[in-house]
């Protein structure tokens, strides 16, 4: 109801400052057509669900103040890969975000925001997913998740400052992404890229720790470069495809990652005070209430932690093709900038 009455006042006002007549006949006749207006819209079930409530009016403002800023910065982006192409190649790819908008009005007006930024075009909405086109990497920033995510942990805890990237992480940059840290934590969703973590952490002295979630368990793991075992002790080879349960086949309890994470925390503020991590591997069954500790040592024979063999950070041994855990599709990373003519593949399908 409350959206009816703020469609009704932002109808009555649009009239009035529109028409300026104050004649009791005419403002008679404004009536009606706003009465009009809203019994229509009624009748066509959209009132309740894309009109404008007034009480989202401020967000509203501060929103479209942002935009523009992103506007601006986006207009010198698309500036200085024309001017500069070698400096600023141009690498037209698509890449799906998540709009995480819980009405159709806060999704078309995130649809249409990213649009209105050069550089990128919203090209299709799938539930609550957006396929969109960036017309460089730089234009893909502002619209993946990273930064968006960065904005939300910075409303939670405005005093730590964040450093959001947006890339694939793979052999060929995740060295330079935890050149400087002290501590990382594992948030995949795929095992290729944590036997890339752990070979990046291990011949960098990094400690690490592991989370991984399936149906209703979950697995914790701190490791330690220096003493202990390794990823590759727990599991010494990836899986073949198949052989695994994933979420895909098994889905995912949604109280299990907040748990995983949870103590992944705890573990990670172990470490960063100089206190000694959980031993082994951790593993917590909320749904049979079930916390084991499994001891693991370190294998006499383990190619990563022992004999200083880091195969993963080779990118012929890493795949370009993973399967993206829920999503029903499968991201490929091409070795180096490619330009795919969509159309085209699609008549030879």
């Not at 006042?9 to 529109?18: D, E, S, T």
């Not at 800023?69 to 986006?74: C, F, L, P, Q």
């Not at 969703?189 to 960098?204: P, S």
Request: glycine share 6%.
């Amino acid at each position: 109801m409350k959206h009816t009455i703020s469609l009704a006042v932002l109808l009555g006002a649009l009239w009035w400052v529109l028409s300026g007549y104050a004649q009791p006949l005419l403002l008679g006749l404004g009536a009606f057509s706003v009465g009009f207006t809203l019994w229509l819209a009624r009748r066509m079930d959209v009132v309740d669900h894309e009109s404008h409530p007034i009480h989202i009016s401020w967000p509203l403002a501060r929103f479209w103040m942002r935009l523009l800023r992103e506007i601006a910065v986006s207009n010198l982006q698309v500036i200085a890969a024309i001017l500069s192409p070698r400096r600023h190649p141009i690498h037209p790819h698509f890449l799906r975000v998540r709009t995480r908008q819980e009405s159709a009005l806060g999704q078309v007006l995130l649809a249409n925001s990213i649009t209105l930024t050069p550089g990128t075009v919203t090209v299709q909405q799938t539930g609550d997913e957006l396929l969109v086109h960036a017309l460089t990497t730089a234009s893909a920033q502002g619209v993946r998740e990273g930064p968006l995510d960065a904005r939300k942990l910075a409303r939670i805890n405005s005093s730590i400052a964040l450093d959001a990237i947006v890339a694939d992480a793979g052999p060929d940059n995740i060295e330079e992404f935890i050149r400087d840290v002290d501590l990382v934590l594992d948030g995949t969703d795929n095992a290729e890229t944590r036997y890339v973590i752990n070979d990046a952490c291990l011949k960098r002295g990094i400690p690490w720790i592991y989370g991984g979630v399936v149906g209703v368990r979950g697995l914790v793991m701190s490791i330690m470069p220096a003493a202990g075992p390794c990823f590759r002790c727990l599991y010494p080879e990836p899986p073949a495809p198949g052989n695994m349960p994933t979420c895909d086949t098994l889905g995912v309890l949604a109280t299990v990652p907040s748990l995983v994470a949870a103590l992944q925390t705890t573990e990670a503020l172990k470490i960063l005070a100089g206190a000694t991590p959980t031993p082994g591997v951790l593993s917590v069954d909320p749904w049979q209430m079930q916390f084991q500790a499994i001891d693991l040592k370190r294998r006499d024979d383990c190619p990563a932690c022992v004999r200083r063999e880091y195969a993963f950070l080779d990118q012929g041994r890493t795949s370009r093709a993973l399967r993206l855990c829920g999503r029903d599709m499968v991201q490929i990373s091409p070795p180096e900038p490619t330009h795919i003519d969509l159309e085209a593949l699609q008549r030879t399908l």
